[in-house]
């Protein structure tokens, strides 16, 4: 009850930080294109990445509960894949086929790599 508990909140932490930022990026980057979708998600790739990365570091090991918490929870409340299906398949229904190109590549490009990038620096301060 208690991992359902910490995943509950982390989930409600992150749903508002995503908001928080998607509005942000959002009101200086204007809507035509989901720029602050893109940019939670990139952030939560880092994140999830350096947070794995702590997890396979013996030294910095989190426990079951902190990785379900800060995994599942937070960066799961926190990244919008679902919002990034349905912002690109309104661009589809658009038909604006530059902007879903863009919207996939850079979302999945660039959320692959800042998920590396975020492990190959915390894995380098593991050393």
Request: charged share 10%.
């Amino acid at each position: 009850m208690r991992t359902l508990f910490l995943i509950a909140l982390g989930s409600a932490l992150g749903g508002v930080a995503r908001n928080g930022l998607s509005a942000w990026v959002a009101q200086r980057a204007g809507d035509a294109f989901p720029w602050g979708t893109l940019a939670v998600n990139v952030l939560g790739s880092l994140v999830v990445g350096a947070l794995a990365a702590v997890g396979d570091a013996p030294r910095w090991g989190l426990s079951v509960e902190a990785r379900q918490f800060l995994m599942i929870g937070v960066l799961g409340g926190f990244t919008t894949f679902s919002a990034f299906s349905l912002q690109t398949l309104r661009l589809i229904q658009g038909g604006d086929w530059a902007r879903v190109a863009g919207n996939v590549f850079l979302s999945v490009g660039l959320g692959l790599a800042a998920a590396a990038l975020g492990y190959r620096l915390v894995r380098g301060l593991a050393g």
